[in-house]
């Protein structure tokens, strides 16, 4: 492509404002990511019993604290909200929910799901 093509260049991130459904979609994949990374702190919790008392009482001890509370709060979010969102996809895969304003209501449902999902985990834990 020429620097002199007459045509519009795309506009800037900075500048377009990303659709909620788009929104959405970065999310799920974000949350995807850190399901995968909570794999390895799931490895380090069963190392630590693999390793005895003492080894578990001091993961035990982070995952106890303000940090590991934390972090496995995010991770029940991203739990939920990666299963939410996956069950909505489903449904677009049968061909339902399709249309923008569907989708946006779908969307929204999903996050107020998760959210529910994750607090009462929360509570019940």
């Known amino acids: 492509m020429a620097w002199n093509d007459p045509r519009p260049m795309s506009p800037h991130l900075q500048i377009y ?3 909620f459904t788009a929104k959405l979609s970065i999310l799920h994949r974000g949350t995807g990511a850190v399901l995968f990374a909570g794999l390895i702190l799931m490895v380090m919790v069963l190392l630590s019993i693999a390793g ?3 080894s578990w009482a001091s993961m035990h001890s982070f995952l106890s604290s303000f940090i590991g509370k934390f ?5 029940t979010f991203c739990l939920f909200y990666h299963m939410c969102n996956g069950i909505r996809h489903l449904l677009w895969d049968i ?3 399709l249309e ?3 989708a946006k209501k779908s969307g929204i449902a999903v996050i107020a ?3 529910f999902l994750t607090i009462f985990t929360w509570i019940i834990a």
């Open 17 to 19: 404002k990303l659709p």
């Open 100 to 102: 923008l304003e569907d």
């Open 52 to 54: 005895g008392a003492e």
């Open 95 to 97: 061909g339902k929910g």
């Open 71 to 75: 972090i496995l709060f995010g991770f």
């Open 113 to 115: 799901t998760s959210v």
